[in-house]
């Protein structure tokens, strides 16, 4: 059974830093495109970073270029989003997929067929 659980999420302060990690397993990640979600409270989710399967392009919503950096460990089958420069407005519940096939243009994959989810984990940013 495919699982992917997501680690790292917590209480941090504006302008503070975080890593969160999604570990799979019974999924070889060399052959999935990936990605990272986030609903804040009252709003819908959206998508925060993806990478097609090659890695060789990697997809960010504007409100994070330049704070997030995604990235994966195919040998581990984990995959990671570092946020540097953390603001209250990223606060919400995180959650990473990940969808098999090239997904070299996932930031086109409607959330709905993303495959794989993982519960999700909560960050918040707040003084």
């Known amino acids: 059974q495919v699982q992917l659980v997501e680690s790292g999420g917590g209480l941090v302060q504006p302008g503070g830093s975080l890593t969160l990690s999604c570990a799979a397993s019974?999924?070889?990640?060399?052959?999935?495109?990936i990605g990272w979600f986030r609903q804040a409270p009252g709003k819908e989710r959206e998508e925060v970073s993806c990478?097609?399967?090659?890695?060789?392009?990697?997809y960010y919503t504007n409100s994070v270029k330049g704070r997030f950096t995604m990235s994966r460990d195919n040998a581990k089958s984990t995959m990671y989003l570092h946020m540097i420069g953390l603001k209250p407005e990223d606060t919400g519940v995180y959650y990473c997929?990940?969808?098999?096939?090239?997904?070299?243009?996932?930031?086109?994959?409607?959330?709905?067929?993303?495959?794989?989810w993982g519960q999700g984990t909560q960050v918040t940013v707040s003084s």
């Open positions: 990478q097609g399967m090659s890695g060789a392009t990697t």
């Open positions: 019974a999924l070889t990640l060399d052959w999935q495109a």
């Open positions: 997929a990940a969808v098999p096939g090239p997904g070299e243009m996932c930031n086109l994959i409607l959330q709905k067929h993303w495959q794989y």
